[in-house]
């Protein structure tokens, strides 16, 4: 946009290429939920994975959410050429308009800069070489900034005000998501009733080097169950095995469960608000809960809280910064990260550190 006036003589619909994990789309909401803000009239279309897309299906600000596999490969570009015929449906027969008004592209690869060109009349996205060609506003940013920020940056072009601008993310946990976690307690614990006090524990993730010492969850709860607490494991399907391991480690196991693979994203959001503490390692349970404002005990070793630890004031993020830590890595390269099934980092966060952010966050 040459000036700020440009943005009222154009039917204002975007289309937005967004991450592929839970927690990344969710640090995208601010910048989606302030651009709706500047631009009320307008339809905002997201397209995310579809692991990733149940985070926006009840989001108020956006219109429509297209969930998309990978696209890697000859399959790859089969995707991408149905996603364009789909995404040029939805132009030209539900928002009667030839193109959108613009593209921002949150992506880096080649072929969504090409497919946000064909679709919109401007495209925003990362300063990156080749991409550059494609796009009206290239935006750059420091490799430290906190994610959110970074997305903040990306709407720049749109002279959004700055009222609308904030690090706060949107997520509904509505009546029946809290109704779903109650019974799912209720089958899980022997006795359950509405007035016990749950810590919700989420150990996995994706990347294994963001994994903590199992052992020390176990302790963790073993603690927690002798203040009166029950401990809840969850996780996904792929996480079944790290949280039967934690498990099999509590001394109390009737005073602790496992629900990993049992749950869906809004039945998490329920677990999540009926929770008196969440434990979480780097995840989308991590972000799930900043965006909740659920106390929150984050744990932090090959990734940076810097730039992508939650946002929430009831926050209390462990980073010790010791050995090699804040790699990126999605395994740890070191003969001991084979053997134990966790990163060096993350073995220097011990028990204490996990109570003393207990008794900082539930005043013990």
């Known amino acids: 946009m040459n000036n700020k ?36 009239e307008s339809k905002i279309v997201v397209v995310v994975s579809k692991s990733a897309s149940p985070v926006l299906k009840r989001n108020p600000d956006v219109w429509k959410v297209i969930g998309t596999g990978k696209v890697r490969g000859i399959w790859g570009i089969a995707g991408i050429l149905k996603l364009f015929l789909k995404l ?39 300063d990156k070489k080749i991409n550059n060609f494609f796009l009206r506003d290239k935006i750059k940013f420091d490799k430290d900034l906190h994610n959110i920020d970074k997305s903040l940056k990306f709407i720049e072009p749109f002279y959004v005000t700055q009222k609308y601008r904030n690090k706060n993310c949107v997520y509904e946990v509505r009546k029946e998501d809290i109704e779903n976690a109650r019974d799912i307690l209720k089958n899980s614990f022997t006795g359950y009733d509405e007035n016990f006090k749950i810590v919700l524990f989420s150990p996995g993730s994706t990347r294994k080097s963001k994994e903590a010492n199992p052992e020390t969850f176990s302790l963790f709860a073993d603690y927690l169950n002798k203040t009166g607490y029950r401990t809840v494991i969850t996780g996904s399907k792929n996480d079944e095995d790290l949280s039967k391991k934690i498990l099999s480690k509590i001394a109390d196991k009737h005073l602790s469960v496992n629900v990993a693979g049992l749950t869906d994203i809004y039945m998490l959001g329920g677990l999540i608000k009926l929770s008196c503490l969440v434990v979480s390692v780097d995840n989308g349970t991590m972000h799930l809960s900043s965006a909740i404002k659920t106390p929150l005990i984050a744990l932090f070793g090959s990734t940076n ?60």
């Open 5 to 40: 006036k440009d943005k009222y003589n154009y039917n204002i619909n975007f289309l937005i290429f967004g991450h592929n994990y839970i927690g990344d789309v969710l640090m995208l909401t601010p910048a989606i939920r302030a651009l709706k803000c500047e631009f009320p």
């Open 88 to 126: 040029r449906k939805l132009e030209l027969n539900e928002l009667n308009s030839e193109k959108f008004y613009a593209c921002i592209n949150f992506l880096t690869t080649f072929k969504f800069a090409v497919l946000g060109s064909l679709l919109s009349k401007k495209q925003v996205g990362q």
């Open 305 to 364: 809280p810097v730039v992508c630890g939650p946002v929430s004031d009831n926050s209390y993020i462990i980073d010790k910064k010791e050995g090699c830590y804040h790699c990126f890595y999605k395994d740890c390269p070191r003969e001991s990260f084979r053997k134990n099934g966790f990163p060096d980092c993350m073995e220097f966060i011990a028990l204490d550190d996990l109570i003393f952010g207990a008794k900082k966050l539930l005043n013990l």
